[in-house]
């Protein structure tokens, strides 16, 4: 599972991959020229303050390296041109040697002279290749961060109601959001800082095999034990990591609640009490975050610690050796020594990158789970496009619930003729909703079937059969924008005009060019600047622009107060006028020009028939009318 995680990460540096392999060409660049200037302590060492042969310490600089550098380049040249690969490979293998040759043949202030240049070419190309690995790979990130962004949010919107139903709304913030940076940081760590830690850490290893593979066995001794403690601290590393992130959805969701019914935490004087709630949910995620941190904070000086055992060993072998005059000169110990210690950096920052990414994986699981997650409604096969319903909806010994063994809708028997209004009444629980969610296939029967003009829902194209479907919900849904993007929300080429004559249809127009900016006013999140008979009325001219042949209004009226409530009935007689529709009401006045009334209980339908049938039947519709009027 977790390979699989990290390959999936992986993959999503794919669209770049031309970038992330010069960001890794620069990273190599980076370590061979930091190894490079290493190397440059052995001349400094050995031929500008050692001690040397006066035999060798007569040529000028430039002497020395045209006996020295200029055959071993003449010899790569030839190779090249004559096509031989691999004796072009050994020339130039070759080239670094002769060019300290070429340093030991010059006199000691020529020597330090081309040392000094040497380490000044050197810094500069290593951090001229640092900042282009971290130009190219900075383009990946932030494009990979988009696009997992965009690929997880198109999911999200192809899922099911009853996805939305089961998760927090926090949570789902926080893995779009939170998560996805969280992963791009794992891409970032493991190709280009994973990767200049390892070539840096192989670059100082070769160097320190260079100058003795005695002492290299030395230092290689500390890496077991200092890998086993790493990887035992990356899985706790990850564990934790993966708590720390669901105590931040946690609270994430619980802000985004307060947040949202704020009126009715003042409402009720509740602020200390959630403050309280709040303090408890931000402690648990705090808890998980310390111990987190306390964990990174112990792999890096961990590792150091280990290494300077490492040292501690190199040092006394190797100046012994030195003392001795066995073989190694002070130059090629002080290049060793430097080597080896600085091999104890990259190591620290393996074991940082290592933690980095565990958390990472952490974070790819609940963001792949999200992308892992199939929705509920899915088209079969080749779909179906609908031609305008021109006979009926019928619902055939239709069942459905949300949770298993919980029906909420029991073998529904249901005609709906094109041209009717139905209505749905009935209390609270019984059914309705889900009823009417069922045509614009928001769920789907668990038993039975819905035809459309004689066609299973589940043979057509579902945003087919949604175009031809006008929804108006006592919940209107608005978004932070002006009033004349909320209204042609889901139309698109629409003219000023249309969207005027949209408005007057839903008794709207007038108190929208009330407005600030008329059309141009920005009215708030979920539309909160305007009054609850304004919003309905703005949802209703969003149906009318729309033009639907299939009308639903659930509750459109049950939330507004008389005045209100008569104009967004008058709204809704004008729109329905010629259309197919469905009406769930509470407020029985808004029914009486239904073709059919249906009283619906306990997911069944209890009672069918007109207004005025229903009424002399003297049952449970009319127990309900008499209670309201």
Do not use: C
């Amino acid at each position: 599972m977790k390979n699989n995680i990290f390959l999936r990460i992986l993959a999503l540096a794919k669209p770049y991959r031309g970038r992330v392999a010069l960001a890794m060409l620069f990273a190599l660049i980076f370590a061979a020229s930091s190894g490079a200037t290493l190397a440059m302590l052995l001349p400094i060492f050995d031929d500008v303050f050692g001690a040397r042969e006066d035999s060798v310490s007569t040529l000028s600089l430039e002497q020395a390296m045209s006996q020295s550098v200029l055959p071993r380049l003449q010899e790569f040249w030839d190779s090249v041109k004559g096509g031989s690969a691999s004796s072009a490979v050994e020339s130039i293998k070759t080239v670094p040697g002769a060019f300290l040759d070429g340093i030991h043949r010059s006199t000691p202030s020529q020597a330090l002279l081309a040392v000094i240049v040497t380490i000044v070419s050197l810094i500069f190309v290593k951090n001229l290749a640092f900042f282009l690995q971290t130009f190219f790979i900075a383009s990946v990130e932030e494009g990979m961060l988009r696009d997992l962004r965009m690929k997880v949010y198109s999911h999200l919107l192809r899922l099911d109601l009853g996805f939305f139903s089961r998760s927090r709304s926090g949570e789902l913030t926080t893995r779009i959001t939170a998560d996805v940076v969280r992963i791009k940081r794992t891409v970032t760590q493991a190709l280009i800082t994973l990767v200049r830690q390892m070539f840096l850490l192989g670059v100082y290893f070769v160097i320190t095999l260079w100058v003795s593979w005695k002492l290299t066995l030395v230092t290689v001794a500390v890496l077991p034990p200092s890998m086993a403690l790493i990887l035992l601290l990356g899985k706790s590393l990850r564990r934790k990591s993966h708590r720390s992130q669901e105590k931040m959805a946690d609270f994430a969701s619980f802000l985004g609640e307060t947040i949202t019914g704020v009126r009715v935490v003042k409402a009720f004087a509740m602020e200390n009490f959630e403050e309280q709630r709040f303090l408890k949910s931000v402690n648990a995620h705090r808890k998980y975050e310390v111990s987190l941190r306390r964990m990174k904070a112990l792999s890096g000086p961990l590792t150091e610690f280990l290494g300077s055992v490492a040292a501690g060993v190199i040092l006394w072998y190797g100046g012994n050796a030195v003392i001795d005059g066995s073989g190694m000169s002070p130059g090629k110990f002080m290049v060793f020594l430097a080597a080896a210690l600085s091999m104890m950096d990259p190591a620290k920052g393996i074991s940082k990158t290592y933690a980095a990414i565990q958390a990472g994986l952490a974070a790819g699981e609940r963001v792949f789970g999200i992308i892992d997650t199939m929705p509920a409604i899915v088209e079969y096969g080749s779909a179906i496009v609908p031609e305008k319903l021109s006979r009926s909806i019928r619902f055939e010994n239709v069942s459905f619930g949300y949770n298993p063994g919980n029906p909420v809708l029991k073998n529904i028997n249901l005609e709906i003729k094109a041209g009717d209004i139905v209505a749905l009444v009935g209390p609270s629980g019984g059914g309705k909703s889900t009823l009417a969610d069922m045509i614009p296939r928001f769920y789907d029967p668990d038993r039975g079937r819905i035809l459309f003009d004689g066609i299973d829902l589940r043979k057509l194209s579902i945003s087919e059969l949604r175009s031809q479907l006008g929804v108006v919900t006592q919940e209107t849904v608005l978004f932070n924008d002006t009033v004349f993007n909320n209204i042609a929300y889901g139309s698109a080429g629409i003219s000023m005009e249309q969207v005027e004559k949209a408005a007057e249809v839903a008794n709207a127009l007038e108190f929208i060019k009330a407005l600030p900016l008329g059309f141009s006013t920005v009215i708030g999140e979920r539309g909160v600047t305007l009054s609850g008979g304004q919003r309905q009325r703005l949802a209703i001219a969003r149906a009318v622009l729309k033009n639907p042949p299939i009308l639903i209004f659930d509750e459109a009226t049950s939330a507004l107060d008389t005045r209100s409530e008569k104009l967004v009935q008058q709204a809704i007689d004008a729109l329905v006028e010629g259309r197919t529709s469905l009406v769930i009401a509470h407020r029985l006045s808004t029914i009486k020009k239904a073709t059919r009334v249906l009283y619906i209980d306990n997911g069944r339908i209890i009672e069918e028939g007109t207004h005025e049938t229903l009424l002399a039947l003297g049952g449970k519709y009319y127990k309900l009318w008499k209670m309201q009027f």
